[in-house]
């Protein structure tokens, strides 16, 4: 890798972690993280029936950090872990009315600050972009 490849890893890494902080902050400050959002709206599209195994699978995360995660929602009255009507080994997940109103927020603001951030670049940049993205993209599940 030559130097030029070396500094746009750096700088593709550094507008990552700018993104997610900066989407974090703000939507931290209007009821859930990012992470928070992402993992309700994952609970919230399995309509009740999701697991924390489920949610790890999907999201292509650690058991342990989905649970980790999952307490911290639960906490904060966001969601509650239900008992299965099957099995009352399993719990399911739901949202509760404090979950579904903190995904009413952050999710408009999400998609806010992505149409924000994508605005740095015309349409054309845009579609070379996700282009571009789209190939390392492949290029990743063929590895």
Do not use: W, Y
């Amino acid at each position: 890798m030559n130097g030029a490849d070396e500094q746009l890893l750096t700088d593709l890494f550094r507008v990552i972690t700018l993104i997610r902080r900066s989407f974090d902050r703000a939507m931290t400050e209007q009821g859930a993280s990012l992470a928070q959002t992402k993992i309700l709206m994952c609970i919230k599209a399995q309509l009740g029936t999701a697991r924390a195994a489920d949610i790890a699978e999907i999201m292509n995360l650690a058991p342990r950090t989905v649970t980790e995660a999952l307490d911290g929602l639960e906490r904060e009255g966001l969601i509650q872990r239900v008992p299965d009507r099957d099995d009352r080994r399993v719990k399911r997940l739901a949202i509760t009315p404090a979950g579904e109103a903190a995904v009413a927020v952050t999710e408009p603001l999400r998609l806010q600050l992505g149409g924000k951030l994508l605005k740095a670049l015309n349409p054309s940049e845009r579609r070379h972009f996700h282009a571009a993205l789209q190939k390392l993209l492949q290029g990743l599940d063929d590895a």
